[in-house]
């Protein structure tokens, strides 16, 4: 069984801040989705990621995948009360089509 | 509009009384799965399904049952719901190639 983890799992920040989140595992990945979750919705896919040490961009979110493919980060730049909700990582190895979520980061960005 | 559809989206039942969560998708998408949501435990698989008439256990199996019967109907039945089952519940769909999920909006259910 692959130990995943997200941290920190609670984030209250001021707008304007930035901040970096995390989610590590014990096992190598084929490739990494991170979701947003709003309150009363379904997850919303942000990113995938596949090529160990990748790096994306989206606005004031960029996304990277570890060298090893064992690790993730998304850091937000000069968050925004918009970017508060839960953040969750989804890594999938080559066994399936099986994706597990890791517990998640919630963030708050207050105004 | 690309949809995932479930329903009800809340549902407060009693122990023991038979349930089915609908859901459904507009995207002709082969694999659709369903997950509940429980605090510090995030998103668990319950069960998936590769096309139709093909479904696998996911990680929390226990007291659930799907069918697939069609490509866009994926039910998740809870033959004689339990407190434990208390729970938010998602649908999912994607292709299978493209790793890509789409979520319904969520049921949120509570046995009582």
């Known amino acids: 069984t692959q130990l995943l983890e997200q941290s920190p799992q609670f984030l209250s920040i001021q707008e304007g801040e930035n901040l970096t989140v995390y989610c590590n595992s014990s096992?190598?990945?084929?490739?990494l989705q991170w979701y947003r979750q709003e309150p009363g919705e379904g997850p919303v896919l942000l990113v995938t990621v596949v090529t160990g040490g990748e790096v994306k961009k989206l606005k004031r979110l960029t996304f990277q995948f570890g060298d090893a493919r064992k690790d993730s980060s998304l850091h937000i730049t000069a968050a925004q009360p918009g970017d508060t909700g839960l953040y969750l990582c989804a890594p999938r190895n080559n066994a399936g089509n099986m994706l597990t979520f890791g517990g998640g980061t919630r963030l708050m960005v207050k105004p | 509009e690309a949809q995932v559809t479930q329903n009800p989206r809340y549902l407060i039942t009693v122990t023991g009384k038979k349930l089915t969560v609908t859901c459904s998708q507009n995207?002709?998408?082969?694999?659709m799965s369903w997950y509940r949501q429980d605090p510090g435990l995030g998103l668990r698989q319950i069960y998936y399904?590769?096309?139709?008439?093909?479904?696998d256990k996911g990680d929390v199996p226990e007291g659930y049952k799907v069918s697939r019967k069609e490509k866009r109907n994926f039910p998740l039945i809870l033959e004689s719901p339990s407190p434990n089952q208390t729970s938010l519940y998602f649908c999912a769909s994607s292709r299978v190639a493209k790793n890509i999920q789409y979520f319904g909006a969520g049921t949120r259910l509570s046995v009582l």
């Open positions: 995207m002709n998408h082969e694999y």
């Open positions: 096992s190598v990945f084929s490739s």
């Open positions: 399904s590769m096309n139709v008439e093909v479904t």
